[in-house]
């Protein structure tokens, strides 16, 4: 029965008007937000925080859709008894305390967030389990933040008033046209919600977390301001937190191993023009000068072009990604921040104060841009390079001509790369550009006209590595004819690699095998050493070639330095390779598995843990180093030097 001052509306326009009231909501919750901390937020003119609030939106819509899922199946679904008075109580009261509670977890933060510093996450029912005293601590907080309460009890009054000025209207009759038309209506609402929790339309897109905020903000404690707490609580209920260890004391372990950079060379600062190009899934098979043993010394690969480069750069013989997925890469090679157990940008830890090559170069005067050619928002890019201090992103947007789009991820490379490279010549020397390529991405395709053309191999991804590599020879055949060209230190490597033949790359080794290659075409920067290089090692090889004379945070070590208790580690579903000397340390966290000596073991067979204690202490003391320095700079967000 109709009440008063009620308007009876379609089912869809009901739905549609109580998502909105929501929306509204939430966007008073941000402004709470920032009102209760706003001088913990310095600094942000009114059109950002209008940017921030119109970031807000993707947000809140995602955590909208996550709680409401189950109203929203219990409204479309296409049958009558829906209209029943007693199933829309259900459904109102349904609506309504759920989202109370998401409402509730906004409002925590208003007065929780000064402690912590970031939203709640799902970390919050470990990080209070072994508390005796959590009933006192709930009533101490309500009673310290008396008002909150009591402004929460009117907000929720104003959110049952405003249900209840729309009511659902009953149709006289429901016949099978009204039954067609709702069960029709399912896909379209089903689309419009993984929409709204992916962020986006596109196959390139993926449900949003909480390091895609980073594109909306100019600082990582500013992502707070763009999430909402239901968001960052549902995003990290499975993500991995990590848990302080205490191996060493913190003088002795400073001494084995210290991710804080002290300058190391006293000449003046290079002013040397930077370009990363990470090229997707190249593994290290692939590329025939790394591998000249194979075959017996037969074996050509498939990229003759960075052949050629191998030849005139210096490289090494154990280079190593350090994760396995797209996502971990960058990080790794910008920041020096390896992924361990989950992507970082993934982690509850991507809203840590970083640092990052870019950074360190952009207060040094460096113009900085990320070029990659998928639609703008692919993979997070555009949220990380922004939190990492890159100045200019150039996309698939930027780019502006979908004649060259290969119909799946993005612009082909080989357009791309030529795109990079004019416009790079209109920057201001000295600059920093890292482009990261698609083309070699599954499904493998390749421009018609050059389908064919390039040697087929046994994986269907070595014939569009000719592609990428005849991309990287005219992207650099380009370059060569620009006056920042000679002045510029180039570093090529994979994100990650990807799928072997040869047995020899059929082991972890070689799963996690890919190119690290320094070329800069003025100066005399050639050769090739038998060391361990890993991607987090980039970043301060470069500074330190560059004569950088600040304290920096990186992971990784100087390639170039005469260190020889450097190491490269990777951890893929939680067990832990370590690559140190000729060995290769297998371990799952606490226990060790099995040693390889890959000098004389390439394939990896002949575990010889038992036999060679003292390699396997010396090993384990440096990984613990290793998880001692990662694990607890993570929680305490220490990932940047004083």
Known sequence: MKKENTVAVNLYLALAYRFLILLVLYALCRLGFYFFNYSLFPNISFPKYLYILWGGLKFDTAALIYINAIFILLAIIPFPFKYNNGYQRFCKWLFIVTNSLGLMANFADFAYYKYTLKRTTATVYSQFSHEQNKFKLFVDFLTDYWYLVLLFAVFIWLFIKLYDLIQVKKPNQFKWPAYAIQTALIPLIAFLCITGVR???????????????????????QMSLVLNTPFSIIRTLKSSKLKPVNFYDEETLNSIYNPIHQPANTGAFKKLNVVFLIIESLGKESIGSLNKDLLDGKYKGYTPFIDSLVSESFTFTNTYANGRKSIDALPSVISGIPSIREPYVLSVYSGNKTTSIAKLLGDKGYETAFFHGAPNGSMGFSSYTNLAGVKRYFGKNEYNNDADFDGTWGIWDDKFMQYMANTMNTFKQPFFSAFFSLSSHHPFKMPEEYVGKFPKGPLPVQEVFGYTD???????????TMPWYKNTLFVLCADHATVTHLPEYQTTPGSFSIPIVFYYPGGDLKGKTDKIVQQIDIMPTVLNYLNYDKPYFAMGFDAFANKQDNFAVNNNDGTFSFFQGDYLLINDGKVNLSLFNLKTDRLTKNNILDKEPLIVEKMAKYLKAFIQQYNNRMIENKLTAK
């Open 470 to 480: 005849m991309a990287l020879r005219n992207f650099f055949k380009t370059a060569s």
């Open 199 to 221: 962020g986006g339309i596109g196959s390139s897109t993926r449900p949003i977390t909480l390091s895609n905020a980073g594109e909306y903000v100019d600082t990582p404690d």
